[in-house]
């Protein structure tokens, strides 16, 4: 099967003379140049967008979910609420667990509804943050006047969050409007500055200062906004970097990750690396230490390498001594940079990107001095094969 973007044409010789819709974004499923499955939304003037599948009876059902997956991307980056319908049950927790949300039942189906997320929600996951990491981070008491300035924004509520910044008066496009930052101080700029996904300003960077200007016009009484996504990027020092997302994986197979725990999903993903990537390395470079009842394992990991370990079965020590990584973890995808010690309970399995060369070591208490010894008393490969059994009946949208 190939799944490839829905043209006019091919909805059209899809559904013929049913093609009744003001417009449709959609993918379609291609089997030897004939279009057999249709996924993705439709419009009529004046009504809510739907969510449509449509397939022939001959589509496999793991190819259905692959389709469907695939127009959730799609419909994703349309950024407006879509509907959908479903009878049964397995139709109802299949579309919950792509996003959607109950709303009622009428006529013996359930009405269902997906909204696009908010986007500062999806830079919070971009980012491996936290609401809490972020308020900590912009509440800090280094918040001055620049008197040699005058700042022409007002402190009000804002809809978007909290307080924000209102221009006084109307700015013309281009116009640097304060500093954000200076001499390592920030004026309220770099304090109350919302974020938006399409802003109407953007920082500039002057030597170690940092600036507010206008990205486009901006009438008086609007708010002023940025991406903070582009505020991280220009403001290096605040060590504020995308996360490696390793749930991206989940696309190329129909499987929903949210229902396994940790491990689970960790050997999911490995399961996917083994089945789908090239280029796959069995071992990295490892050093061994023993002394005084402890073994510290401590392991070399090339930049862009995706590490899944060996399952630890006891209480643990860990250090990233360093480089930069991601790592998989209960609460989320952390980024997280040399140094760093934390502790791991037995039974865990780590999987994590290297964003630069690291080196990451574990600690174990052991009265053993054999290095092999060690590693079959203290490790495990595991065994992944019952995922294999996962993908023989995916659950799917009814046809």
């Given at each position: 099967?190939?799944?490839?973007?829905?043209?006019?044409?091919?909805?059209?010789?899809?559904?013929?003379?049913?093609?009744?819709?003001?417009?449709?974004?959609?993918?379609?499923?291609?089997?030897?140049?004939?279009?057999?499955?249709?996924?993705?939304?439709?419009?009529?003037?004046?009504?809510?967008?739907?969510?449509?599948?449509?397939?022939?009876?001959?589509?496999?059902?793991?190819?259905?979910?692959?389709?469907?997956?695939?127009?959730?991307?799609?419909?994703?980056?349309?950024?407006?609420?879509?509907?959908?319908?479903?009878?049964?049950?397995?139709?109802?927790?299949?579309?919950?667990?792509?996003?959607?949300?109950?709303?009622?039942?009428?006529?013996?189906?359930?009405?269902?509804?997906?909204?696009?997320?908010?986007?500062?929600?999806?830079?919070?996951?971009?980012?491996?943050?936290?609401?809490?990491?972020?308020?900590?981070?912009?509440?800090?008491?280094?918040?001055?006047?620049?008197?040699?300035?005058?700042?022409?924004?007002?402190?009000?509520?804002?809809?978007?969050?909290?307080?924000?910044?209102?221009?006084?008066?109307?700015?013309?496009?281009?116009?640097?409007?304060?500093?954000?930052?200076?001499?390592?101080?920030?004026?309220?700029?770099?304090?109350?500055?919302?974020?938006?996904?399409?802003?109407?300003?953007?920082?500039?960077?002057?030597?170690?200062?940092?600036?507010?200007?206008?990205?486009?016009?901006?009438?008086?009484?609007?708010?002023?906004?940025?991406?903070?996504?582009?505020?991280?990027?220009?403001n290096i020092e605040a060590g504020i970097v995308p996360v490696f997302d390793f749930?991206?994986?989940?696309?190329?197979?129909?499987?929903?990750?949210?229902?396994?725990?940790?491990?689970?999903?960790?050997?999911?993903?490995?399961?996917?690396?083994?089945?789908?990537?090239?280029?796959?390395?069995?071992?990295?470079?490892?050093?061994?230490?023993?002394?005084?009842?402890?073994?510290?394992?401590?392991?070399?990991?090339?930049?862009?390498?995706i590490l899944t370990g060996k399952i630890h079965l006891t209480d643990?020590?860990?250090?990233?001594?360093?480089?930069?990584?991601?790592?998989?973890?209960?609460?989320?995808?952390?980024?997280?940079?040399?140094?760093?010690?934390?502790?791991?309970?037995?039974?865990?399995?780590?999987?994590?990107?290297?964003?630069?060369?690291?080196?990451?070591?574990?600690?174990?208490?052991?009265?053993?001095?054999?290095?092999?010894?060690?590693?079959?008393?203290?490790?495990?490969?595991?065994?992944?094969?019952?995922?294999?059994?996962?993908?023989?009946?995916?659950?799917?949208?009814?046809?």
């Amino acid at each position: 099967m190939i799944i490839q973007r829905a043209t006019p044409d091919d909805l059209i010789a899809y559904y013929g003379a049913r093609f009744d819709y003001d417009s449709m974004e959609a993918v379609i499923a291609v089997y030897d140049g004939v279009i057999k499955g249709v996924a993705g939304v439709c419009r009529w003037k004046d009504k809510p967008s739907i969510a449509v599948t449509d397939f022939h009876d001959d589509v496999p059902k793991k190819d259905k979910v692959r389709l469907v997956r695939h127009s959730m991307t799609l419909i994703g980056q349309l950024n407006e609420p879509v509907w959908s319908t479903c009878v049964t049950d397995n139709d109802a927790k299949f579309l919950m667990r792509l996003g959607f949300t109950y709303q009622n039942f009428v006529g013996g189906r359930a009405v269902m509804k997906w909204e696009p997320e908010n986007d500062y929600q999806l830079f919070l996951k971009e980012y491996g943050l936290t609401e809490d990491q972020v308020q900590e981070m912009v509440q800090q008491d280094d918040v001055v006047s620049f008197s040699e300035e005058p700042f022409e924004l007002d402190l009000r509520p804002s809809d978007i969050h909290g307080l924000g910044l209102f221009a006084r008066n109307d700015i013309e496009s281009g116009r640097v409007i304060c500093v954000v930052r200076k001499n390592n101080m920030r004026s309220l700029a770099g304090r109350y500055v919302n974020h938006a996904k399409n802003p109407n300003c953007e920082f500039i960077r002057n030597a170690s200062d940092l600036y507010l200007k206008a990205s486009y016009n901006i009438n008086k009484d609007d708010e002023i906004t940025i991406n903070y996504r582009k505020g991280a990027e220009i403001n290096i020092e605040a060590g504020i970097v995308p996360v490696f997302d390793f749930s991206n994986f989940e696309a190329t197979i129909p499987l929903d990750l949210t229902q396994f725990t940790l491990r689970q999903k960790i050997e999911i993903i490995e399961w996917i690396m083994l089945k789908t990537m090239p280029n796959i390395v069995k071992d990295l470079p490892v050093n061994h230490f023993v002394h005084g009842g402890m073994y510290c394992r401590s392991l070399t990991i090339f930049k862009n390498v995706i590490l899944t370990g060996k399952i630890h079965l006891t209480d643990h020590i860990c250090s990233l001594d360093k480089g930069e990584i991601s790592v998989m973890m209960d609460n989320g995808i952390k980024r997280i940079s040399a140094p760093c010690t934390f502790k791991a309970s037995g039974g865990t399995k780590k999987i994590g990107y290297a964003h630069t060369e690291c080196i990451f070591t574990t600690y174990h208490a052991t009265e053993l001095t054999d290095i092999q010894e060690i590693e079959n008393t203290l490790f495990s490969d595991g065994d992944i094969s019952w995922v294999d059994s996962l993908f023989e009946e995916p659950v799917c949208l009814s046809a």
